[in-house]
């Protein structure tokens, strides 16, 4: 069992790194890793991921959510495997064969480089996104069926698991099984606001149905104490 403090990474949604590594060092100990996003790597780029890495003991989740042609997201796995990370996002929509063209490509890399291969994820349904904001681009099923889709496919196409919102959890856990990795945003404590997240859960309730690990940003990071946001975080999960 994955202990509570391990079970968070802490969304830092910021473009300077300096500020990024200040808040990493701050709550090392206390999440279990730390995620940057698109925003980061399109203003700091690689040095910048590695500004904010070097010499912290937490593990890395790189949400670039890949989505393009198959040759191109496995030049892409390539290109960031020197940054160690532990997760990698890429779109569902993508398609079996961009998956497996990043799957081939990571464990290639990690070979070649001696080290562990980083787990991939497919992003389903984003949780910003709700039945009508599917319905707009074509989509015409409800979300638990879209997400269910996609996230068969990526299971098929040897993802190792996915991200999905916390509504998803309980189903996605029975139906693909014990080892698959959810990865969950949407995820607000009681005492945190919404903000633009439409499916949203409690960190306790994620993990009851299912939750692997647990994306959180706001609740920890606009915190007048992000340390005592995040240890109120791992005292509801143990609880």
Known sequence: MIPPARRTFVALDTPEP????ALAQRLAGHVGGIKLGLEFFCAAG????RAVTEGLDMPLFLD?????IPNTVA???RSVMPLA????TLHTLGGAAM???AADAAAEAAAQMGVPRPKLLGVTVLTSMSLLDLASVGVDRPVADQVALLADLAHVAGMDGVVCSPNECAVLRRRLGPDFTLMVPGIRPIWASANDQKRIMTPAAAVTAGATYLVIGRPITDAVDPVEAA???VTELAA
Do not use: E, N, S, V
Not at 18 to 21: L, M
Not at 46 to 49: D, K, T, V, Y
């Open 18 to 21: 300096p500020a990024a590594r």
């Open 46 to 49: 690689p040095a910048g991921i």
């Open 64 to 68: 670039l959510k890949l989505h393009d």
């Open 75 to 77: 030049g892409a796995i």
């Open 85 to 88: 990370p532990a997760f990698i």
């Open 99 to 101: 998956m497996r063209a």
């Open 231 to 233: 240890q109120r975080i």
